[in-house]
């Protein structure tokens, strides 16, 4: 019988320490002394009850804002918006948040959608007009002030506190196991792109709507989750695994509050634009729908082999080439891939020994739409990241995926250079392979998130907890009776059979 605070959250129990129950960070202790000893778990201990101020969890929280502050450090060359002699691609500096402020008529006092269309969900279009239009009025004020850098650090301070509240959500849902949020908080992808974009805003409210459902207040969790999807699309797509698992569990009720609310949530906040702006609201759609073939992606590299596996007379296109001029053709190719990805996930989620935990089925859900889809920007590597942490917290198979969106991040910002001075920094095969490098280590972490479904022995977090943290209504729950499964086996560990 598990053990669960009313919360739905468990708290109690034994810590983890990743020295001593990783095998990747076991070996690599060795380098410095070995597993964490015995008397080093005071750390463990909550700081009023031995007095010791450097908790693990506060550990954590420091380490985020080391990583914040070397990002901002890095993005420094280009704060003051004078981007000459590809400073932006030569130092691999830049970030929308300061190209945009321009392009978007945020410092000229335009308002988003009302005077200009942006091409960003609602929400991230509020949260740039409700940072840039001050911005630009202290401007008007103090004409010497450089408006762009304001812009700028303003948004690194509320997208870094974002993000280190990311951190303590994931502390607060992994209380028995601290050190898994210092996969985040020390991820090179987190220092290189945290303020490419304003992705953190999505990544910061999935992950309180996450919080919420582990509390076990669907409808909280499906607001948050739904204002997530109003910043940035993917976070809708957390819905369906909390659906299917509500269907498995008999939790369906509360699956449904959470779903129902998360999409009266977009609702309302798309309204105010969608009436009124109908065809600045509708530019994000427009984009996504027209957009051909991005850098990066499945439809890239396979663009690039049409040339090298079969070469084709003039006139002629490969597969790949030939879908990036039909881009209709292209969404539907994409959007299916994907839906057959989904049905696996909830033929998993169904069929699968074990229920699965909610991050495992969420981290497969949105690694999918990235693998399959025909944009996959730099800075989207902020969507899985905690995700991953709460799905398969095992340091080997994640240190080798920041290591290929590391090179990635080096070969994209040759790209970008190359075709700023039409002078190639590498070759194109380079760039292709550390494309090819970040999608094979994003489908193999999938690989092991289904063996640890598939074989629930071996998920790390269920040697920790009894069944599901982030689970919520669904922890503990046993499967509705219609479900085929194989004797003994439900939602919860079964008893072991008493022999005399």
Request: with cysteine.
């Amino acid at each position: 019988m598990s053990t669960q605070s009313t919360a739905g959250i468990d708290d109690t129990g034994t810590t983890d320490h990743p020295s001593r129950s990783d095998g990747f960070v076991r070996g690599a202790s060795e380098l410095f002394g070995g597993p964490l000893g015995d008397h080093a778990v005071a750390l463990d201990r909550p700081a009023g009850r031995e007095g010791r101020f450097w908790t693990a969890a506060r550990i954590v929280l420091a380490l985020v804002c080391l990583t914040l502050a070397l990002h901002w450090v890095q993005k420094s060359p280009c704060q003051d918006g004078a981007w000459q002699n590809n400073v932006q691609y030569t130092r691999m500096c830049y970030t929308d948040v300061l190209a945009l402020y321009y392009a978007e008529g945020l410092n000229e006092g335009k308002v988003p959608y009302a005077d200009h269309p942006v091409e960003y969900p609602v929400l991230t279009g509020y949260f740039m007009g409700a940072l840039g239009l001050p911005v630009h009025a202290l401007g008007v004020h103090d004409p010497g002030i450089n408006q762009g850098r304001w812009f700028y650090n303003a948004n690194a301070l509320v997208l870094g506190a974002l993000a280190v509240a990311t951190v303590a959500v994931l502390l607060n849902l992994r209380r028995r196991r601290p050190w898994d949020a210092a996969m985040f908080a020390l991820a090179p992808a987190l220092l290189l792109t945290a303020t490419v974009n304003w992705d953190l805003l999505a990544v910061g409210l999935a992950a309180f709507g996450l919080l919420a459902w582990a509390r076990r207040r669907p409808a909280v969790a499906g607001v948050l989750l739904g204002l997530a999807g109003a910043a940035k699309m993917w976070p809708l797509f957390l819905l369906g695994p909390i659906l299917v698992l509500g269907l498995r569990a008999g939790r369906l009720r509360a699956a449904l509050t959470a779903t129902g609310a998360g999409l009266v949530a977009l609702v309302v906040v798309n309204l105010p634009v969608a009436i009124p702006y109908r065809d600045s609201w509708s530019r994000f759609f427009d984009l996504n729908t027209t957009r051909p073939i991005d850098w990066g992606t499945l439809w890239y590299i396979g663009r690039y082999l049409d040339g090298k596996i079969s070469p084709s007379t003039p006139g002629d296109l490969g597969p790949f080439e030939w879908l990036n001029a039909h881009v209709s053709t292209l969404n539907w190719v994409s959007y299916l891939l994907f839906g057959l990805a989904c049905v696996g996930v909830v033929a998993l989620a169904l069929f699968a020994p074990r229920r699965p935990r909610l991050a495992q089925l969420a981290f497969l859900v949105v690694a999918a739409f990235l693998i399959f889809s025909k944009v996959w920007s730099q800075q989207f590597v902020l969507w899985l990241l905690p995700l991953a942490v709460l799905a398969r917290p095992r340091w080997g198979a994640f240190l080798a995926w920041q290591v290929a969106e590391v090179c990635y991040f080096v070969a994209f910002y040759g790209e970008l250079l190359g075709a700023a001075t039409s002078r190639p920094v590498f070759p194109e095969g380079v760039f292709v392979l550390a494309a090819s490098l970040r999608l094979i280590t994003v489908a193999v972490l999938c690989g092991f998130v289904i063996r640890d479904i598939l074989r629930p022995e071996r998920d790390a977090v269920r040697g920790t907890y009894a069944d599901d943290p982030d689970g919520g209504v669904l922890d503990g729950a046993d499967d509705v009776s219609w479900l085929p499964r194989p004797r003994g086996v439900g939602g919860r560990p079964q008893p072991e059979p008493v022999t005399a």
